[in-house]
């Protein structure tokens, strides 16, 4: 095991070697102490109608009373929140913890095989989905055993004027909303009418050790599973990062621009939750694909901070109007959930004179594992140093500690490591040994402790951020007639960082690119779909048979 002094010498001034990881029993403890400080500053922002910390303790506690009191949910039954970054959203996810129920973050653009798969394997008892996509949850929603829905439309938090506009515009205007029929379906505004008039909500006591997320991931295999994240390993990795901001942040100065979806592990505890404790605004981005009216926002609105994927940087400094974003006030850009390029960073930080710095983190470990120091002492090329409270070891392929200088598999130990799988003890037992999370990715580390992955051992793709992983992809395409073998695995992309290829052999020759592209297309989120197909007439295998991805590569 590396000595942590050899990171913990570069610490930047003022940040600690050690976090209290318990200082919060629960995310609701901690949640209310921030409004309690801060309840008269705004909290969370979208499409220029904010909520302030104090209604959004109000309005989270009529969702929690209509959870408990109307939907009769008990603690730990788990809850699907299907939603872009909308006001709606932090009101159902305090509620639901405040319910004591566990949290299932669901990607609004998965198709109805990846619903299907996700809510049944957490069993959830009530969804909360935009109504965006409600036609697809209703084609399956008698498979997953009719558990309760709430519907809710995009401006159903708007003054009551912007509300009729909003919902009118994306419904018959902009065609947004397809048809869907989801009997006993109650829309979010009744919800919270009916926890208002069941009076005063008292919460449902949770311990630090209680479930507060199913995060689901693939892991180091392919099949998504729930990563099992407690109380206090959220609260502890919020420690961790608020900590290591400590040299930049102001408490209630901070303004953070939003664009990655709160259901993301690293936006939800990174700009959700240490926001909250600065008593930081968010400002939502719900679309950040739609770069005019991005451009716009980022050129009207004051911020200090952003965070962002790299390939979304790239695609804003080529944006027509960046030049007239005024960064002055802008303290930080943090990039996260994929590898920063360095040419980006280099870029961003010359046209912008702001600090861009890039972290290192995965779903099991809540999620942040290490990052760059924020006080100019950042290395580019390398993901920093580890938290606080983190021990990390470099191991070969035995296991064993890597010599020193040399790259090994990086594995990790502190409070913020996960539970284990929901559901999945031998898959729990393959990463998590001895309390060390085995990540799959090798890294080496320097004199100074800064770590730089150099290589991943698992086979995940990473398309803009998101995990795809080939095992998934593998086995939607081989439902196809035509395809006899199929390995996927990522190549190089300038504009998502990696996109998924698939290698093919057909059985009669009668597939096209195109017919697999489109096949794939009904059955997986867009960033899964590949993008390049290969047809050759054999794969290289392992003596057991076993498609050597590394070699299709």
Not at 347 to 375: F, Q
Not at 400 to 409: I, R, V, Y
Request: include cysteine; glycine fraction near 8%; charged fraction near 25%.
């Amino acid at each position: 095991m590396i000595d942590t002094s050899t990171w913990q010498k570069s610490y930047p001034r003022g940040v600690p070697a050690e976090i209290d990881a318990d200082r919060y029993k629960s995310v609701v403890e901690a949640f209310h102490s921030a409004c309690g400080r801060f309840a008269d500053r705004p909290c969370f922002e979208n499409m220029g109608v904010t909520l302030s910390f104090a209604d959004i303790e109000r309005l989270s506690g009529e969702f929690a009373a209509f959870l408990s009191r109307d939907l009769k949910l008990s603690k730990g039954d788990r809850i699907g929140i299907q939603m872009p970054n909308v006001l709606q959203y932090p009101v159902v996810l305090f509620g639901a913890l405040r319910a004591g129920l566990v949290v299932v973050n669901t990607n609004p653009l998965y198709t109805t095989r990846e619903m299907e798969h996700q809510y049944r394997d957490a069993g959830v008892k009530a969804i909360v989905i935009l109504a965006n996509f409600a036609d697809k949850l209703a084609e399956i929603v008698d498979s997953l055993g009719k558990p309760h829905v709430i519907v809710t439309e995009l401006g159903d938090l708007f003054p009551t004027a912007k509300r009729l506009v909003v919902n009118a515009v994306v419904k018959h205007v902009k065609k947004m909303v397809p048809r869907y029929r989801i009997p006993n379906a109650i829309g979010i505004r009744e919800a919270l009418e009916r926890g208002r008039r069941a009076g005063a909500f008292s919460d449902v006591g949770v311990s630090s050790e209680d479930l507060a997320f199913l995060q689901y991931t693939g892991g180091t295999t392919g099949e998504a599973k729930g990563a099992m994240l407690t109380h206090r390993n959220v609260v502890a990795n919020m420690e961790q990062a608020s900590a290591w901001m400590s040299p930049r942040f102001v408490e209630g100065g901070e303004v953070v621009i939003t664009p990655l979806p709160l259901y993301h592990v690293f936006s939800l505890t990174v700009n959700c939750l240490v926001f909250m404790k600065y008593g930081g605004l968010n400002v939502l981005v719900t679309n950040p694909r739609d770069f005019p009216a991005f451009i716009k926002l980022l050129q009207t609105r004051e911020f200090t901070v952003v965070t962002a994927v790299s390939t979304l940087l790239n695609a804003l400094m080529n944006q027509p109007g960046f030049s007239q974003i005024d960064f002055s006030r802008t303290k930080l850009t943090v990039a996260g959930a994929m590898a920063l390029q360095r040419s980006v960073a280099e870029k961003w930080k010359r046209t912008t004179k702001s600090v861009v710095i890039e972290g290192y983190g995965l779903t099991e470990a809540s999620p942040v594992v290490a990052c760059n120091p924020v006080d100019g002492t950042d290395r580019v090329g390398t993901i920093g140093l580890p938290f606080p409270s983190t021990e990390v070891r470099l191991v070969d392929d035995d296991g064993n500690d890597a010599a020193p200088g040399q790259a090994g598999e990086l594995v990790i130990r502190g409070p913020q490591v996960m539970k284990g799988y929901w559901n999945r003890p031998d898959e729990t037992a393959r990463v998590l040994k001895d309390g060390w999370l085995f990540t799959g990715d090798v890294a080496e580390i320097d004199a100074d402790g800064f770590l730089k992955i150099v290589d991943r051992k698992k086979d995940m793709i990473l398309v803009s951020g998101f995990n795809v992983y080939p095992n998934e992809v593998e086995g939607v395409v081989a439902e196809h007639p035509d395809v006899a073998e199929v390995g996927a695995i990522g190549v190089p992309d300038p504009h998502s960082g990696e996109v998924v290829k698939i290698v093919v052999v057909r059985r009669n020759n009668q597939a096209s690119e195109k017919d697999l592209i489109d096949f794939c297309r009904t059955r997986l989120a867009g960033y899964k779909v590949p993008k390049h197909v290969e047809f050759r007439t054999e794969m290289p295998k392992t003596n057991v048979g076993k498609i050597l991805r590394r070699a299709l590569k």
